[in-house]
Structure formats: structure tokens, C-alpha cells
């Protein structure tokens, strides 16, 4: 009985103690983790995050990049961090949405292992076609593929990639064929697709903006609900009859499952602010990244529907990873 006493004791002055350090949260660094290398897009979107946090919470943000197996790596360390809310990151769609259904297997659970914080920033990915090209709209890419099944080839930044993934769910709504060809990474395959040794490719804005702007590719449509305020003129596939399409490269804050509420509550409302803040819009620079400013939909459930979305256009794909 005594011994019991003393666990009973033990649990109670435990709980006490993790809810005072919650109330005071934060009183130390806190950690975010970058998924992927350093310089590339996430950084983009983690960097100016972190250090608006910083400063509105008024307390260091330590933004660790920690790359391999398309972010796995790092969400794994994420999930399994303590959850006192001092370990943190920027997931992208390829660690919460796509890697569950893309990899054999992989070492954490997109939802059970994480607590999700908000969601920051997203982007379009570009149907691009070199400016040579005899395709100029959507409607030709989608007539001529119709009556040349597999035969026109699109790049992309590689095997279960946003801009592979995004090509089969063109090819599902659109009932077309085309055929694939992976590189290794976005430049070789933008290069390709700028001297003709590709006639399409599927990419995120940021690789090919450059290009379109300097009048070297035509951008035939946009993957978002809604036009990309960069590229105003160009429509997006669901104004092009297919009302339903959407593909987007997105970024969120998650942290380790198990945070406490409070904890939570002030990263949610902290990281809410400052996306939907001037400043946040104004660091991300014009390079077609755009912030969220809606926070109607809990990203919970904008997670759901993309884990859902995305499966689908894994197994229409047949990519499969180790």
C-alpha cells in the first residue's frame, strides 16, 4: 500500500511539474527542423518563420536542417522528440501527405506521431511546355496526348516526386497517357526542357518562373484552386474543365505527438499570425510561395483529405520507394 502511495505521489507531483513548464512555455530555445537541405524551398519558408517566431515569442528559434529519404529523416526525429513543444518542424506534402503511400516503409505514422500546429505557406506546380513548342494551351496538350497515348513525355524532378505525383493526377482527370522521365532534381530536367530534349514538364513555380518570365517556356496552366498572382494570365487546370484538380506544394508546422494543449494552443495562434501577417508575405519574396492567410479548415483535416488525394496518385503512378 505504501509503495502505492508513493507512485500515486510520484505521478501527481510529475503531472504538477510538466503543467508548470507548460504554463511557462517558452522558457528556452526552441528547435525547428528543416526537412530537407539547406537553400532550397523549405528553407524559404522556414527561415523568415523562424525568425518572426522568434521575436513574437520572444525566445531563440534554432532551425536545424536535417536532409535524407525525401524528409523522412527528419520527421522521424520530430516524432520521436520529447512533446514539450521545444522540438518542432516545417513538414512539406512529401513528409505528411505523400511519404506514407510513396515508401515500402516508413519509420513513423503521418498523423498518429505528430501534433498538428498550422498551416504556412503553399505553392503551384507549372505545366511548362519550351516556347517553340506547337502546344500553346492546355486544350492542344490535352487533344494531341488523347490521340497519342503514351507518347508525349514529360520531366520531372524524379520518381515520386510533387511533379510526378501531380502528373498522374493530370492523367487521371483528364483520361490522357503520358510518358515519364525522372531526373535527379529540377535543374537537369529545366535544362532539358530548354533546349527541346523534353516538350513538357511538370514542376513547381519556383524552378521555372525565371523562365517563363524571360519568354523561354509557355506556362499552359497552373495546378492551384486558384490563379498564381505571379502568373496572372495563365489559367489553372480547374478553370480548364477539370473543377475538382488541385496540386500543391504546401508547408506546415507540426510537433511531436502528445503536445499539451496549451503548448499547442500558443504555437497554433503564433504561427497563424505571422503567416497571415504583411511581413511573413513580404520575406517570402516573389518567387510564387505564397502564405496562408485562411485558417478556417484545421490542418488535421486539410492533412486528411491530402493523405487521401495523394494516395491515389501514388498507385496511379506505380512509384514505390525503399
Not at 4 to 13: A, E, N, T, Y
Not at 14 to 42: D, E, H, M, R
Not at 219 to 226: C, E, G, M, Y
Not at 281 to 308: C, D
Amino acid at each position: 500500500m505504501k509503495n502505492f502511495s508513493k507512485l500515486i505521489l510520484s505521478f501527481v507531483l510529475s503531472w504538477i511539474c510538466g503543467l508548470a513548464i507548460a504554463q511557462n512555455y517558452p522558457n528556452k530555445p526552441i528547435k525547428l527542423i528543416v526537412p530537407f537541405p539547406p537553400g532550397g524551398p523549405t528553407d524559404i519558408v522556414a527561415r523568415p518563420l523562424a525568425q518572426m517566431l522568434g521575436e513574437s515569442m520572444k525566445q531563440s528559434i534554432i532551425v536545424e536542417n536535417k536532409g535524407g529519404a525525401g524528409g523522412s529523416v527528419a520527421a522521424d526525429f520530430v516524432a520521436k522528440s520529447p512533446p514539450d513543444g521545444y522540438t518542432i518542424m516545417v513538414g512539406t506534402v512529401g513528409t505528411h501527405a505523400i511519404n506514407g503511400s510513396l515508401y515500402r516503409q516508413l519509420p513513423y505514422d503521418m498523423t498518429k506521431d505528430f501534433t498538428p500546429i498550422a498551416l504556412v505557406a503553399s505553392a503551384p506546380l507549372v505545366i511548362a511546355v519550351p516556347a517553340n513548342s506547337n502546344i500553346k494551351t492546355l486544350a492542344d496538350l490535352i487533344k494531341e496526348a488523347k490521340a497519342k497515348p503514351d507518347f508525349i513525355a514529360f520531366g520531372t524532378a524524379g520518381n515520386g516526386t510533387p511533379g510526378h505525383l501531380t502528373g498522374a493526377l493530370f492523367e487521371t482527370a483528364t483520361k490522357t497517357k503520358l510518358k515519364h522521365i525522372p531526373y535527379k532534381g529540377s535543374a537537369p530536367a529545366v535544362t532539358d526542357l530548354l533546349g527541346g530534349q523534353i516538350p513538357l514538364m511538370f514542376d513547381p513555380i519556383q524552378s521555372v518562373l525565371p523562365h517563363i518570365q524571360s519568354g523561354k517556356l509557355i506556362a499552359l496552366a497552373v495546378t492551384s484552386k486558384t490563379r498564381s498572382p505571379l502568373l496572372p494570365n495563365v489559367p489553372t487546370v480547374a478553370e480548364s474543365g477539370y473543377p475538382n484538380f488541385e496540386s500543391t506544394a504546401w508547408w506546415a508546422v507540426f510537433g511531436p505527438a502528445k503536445l499539451p494543449e496549451n503548448v499547442t494552443n500558443t504555437l497554433t495562434t503564433q504561427v497563424q499570425k505571422i503567416a497571415s501577417s504583411a511581413a511573413y508575405k513580404e520575406k517570402l519574396g516573389n518567387v510564387g510561395v505564397q502564405p496562408n492567410t485562411n485558417f478556417k479548415e484545421s490542418l488535421s483535416n486539410f492533412q486528411t483529405r491530402e493523405i487521401a488525394k495523394w494516395a491515389i496518385a501514388v498507385r496511379d503512378s506505380g512509384a514505390s520507394l525503399d
